[in-house]
């Protein structure tokens, strides 16, 4: 396939249409804006489609992981074993409600989940918090789910971007005992803003509901029996998500014919993410591996393209400067960031758009 020399390629699109506007308008039409039956209906689809016994709405992803720990009791003086390679709300979080977050490697460049063997538990270890990235899961979820049971921890999924991630019978974010979401923008569906919080434990669930709330069960009193906050979503919001879950069937299709042409285009040139192959996979980006990350992205960028890198690991955030951390105790997470790079997997992008972003990328080999 012949490409033109220059081609601009965004990062990401948002896909929205009419439809979505349209569901939006009944929101005006029924002069209901704020939290309503929009978002009771889009909480009930949320919780079916996880099939987990509870969930709330929550204003965006990292309040939602927030919400998650504070629900678990989880504060000052508790430290929380996360990955070293996420978007940083899922350390953030953690911070957040008082603890502290104990970064640890990955298990190899392309394997991005919590190396278990390297964990280093101490008498505040209270729990562990894992993220499903990139639209597939974790590749020890199970034995993560056995670690904690063995060692009396919380086990917390941040499955921002593994909504209809399933392996079957069992969704991510309902292996531990609470798992959150974000619809954020880019999110494999959006409210543009937005997060869900689901879990199987009644006394849980009790607490978010408070704690969502303004310290009260429901709206429309101003007796308050807990310390609350407002974490609710608008029913503007959850129109725009309703909307966004007719459409999945698309959105899966055409986020998976960009991930196979990506592959036809790059072949064995590149390195892929490993992704589980006995769960659904919807890719939130697709992940390439290369010799030199910067050399490469710099180079798409003068023709155009907008890739993305990894994660920049949490070791190396100059917000956790003080915690201490040294780059050689995270070889795994360190080659992650040099070597890898997020390629746009918007929906709309056209083979002659993948074709010219491949072309760009293999020059640079």
């Not at 769960?279 to 993305?308: C, L, Q, W």
Request: glycine share 6%.
């Amino acid at each position: 396939m012949s490409t033109p020399p220059y081609m601009h390629i965004p990062q990401f699109r948002s896909f929205v249409d009419m439809k979505d506007y349209d569901n939006i308008r009944q929101v005006f039409e029924r002069n209901y804006i704020a939290e309503g039956p929009m978002g009771r209906e889009f909480c009930d689809a949320l919780t079916a489609i996880t099939d987990a016994k509870h969930g709330v709405l929550a204003s965006n992803g990292t309040l939602a992981i927030y919400l998650a720990l504070k629900s678990l009791g989880i504060g000052p003086g508790d430290e929380v074993l996360v990955q070293d390679v996420s978007f940083i709300a899922s350390a953030n979080a953690i911070e957040m409600v008082g603890a502290t977050p104990v970064f640890v490697d990955i298990p190899s460049p392309r394997d991005l989940t919590i190396d278990l063997d390297r964990i280093k538990l101490t008498p505040n270890t209270r729990a562990i918090l894992i993220a499903h990235l990139f639209g597939t899961a974790c590749s020890n979820t199970e034995d993560v789910v056995a670690y904690c049971k063995a060692n009396d921890l919380f086990l917390i999924e941040d499955a921002a971007q593994a909504l209809f991630i399933t392996n079957g019978s069992q969704h991510c974010g309902t292996f531990g005992d609470v798992g959150t979401f974000s619809f954020y923008a880019d999110k494999t569906i959006t409210t543009a803003e937005g997060g869900y919080v689901c879990t199987n434990d009644d006394d849980v669930f009790e607490r978010m509901t408070f704690l969502r709330n303004q310290g009260r069960k429901s709206s429309g009193t101003f007796v308050h029996p807990e310390i609350g906050y407002n974490f609710r979503m608008t029913d503007l919001q959850s129109a725009l998500g309703l909307s966004q879950l007719s459409k999945i069937e698309t959105i899966r299709a055409e986020k998976q014919r960009i991930a196979e042409l990506y592959k036809k285009y790059l072949g064995d040139s590149v390195g892929y993410m490993t992704i589980r192959e006995d769960f659904d996979y919807i890719p939130f980006r697709v992940i390439v591996f290369v010799p030199d990350a910067s050399k490469t992205m710099e180079h798409m960028n003068t023709a155009g393209v907008e890739p993305r890198s990894m994660f920049y690991p949490f070791h190396r955030q100059p917000c956790y400067k003080h915690l201490g951390y040294r780059p050689e105790d995270f070889p795994n997470a360190e080659v992650c960031f040099e070597t890898g790079i997020c390629l746009p997997t918007w929906i709309g992008l056209t083979e002659e758009q993948i074709a010219f972003a491949s072309e760009r990328l293999l020059e640079t080999l």
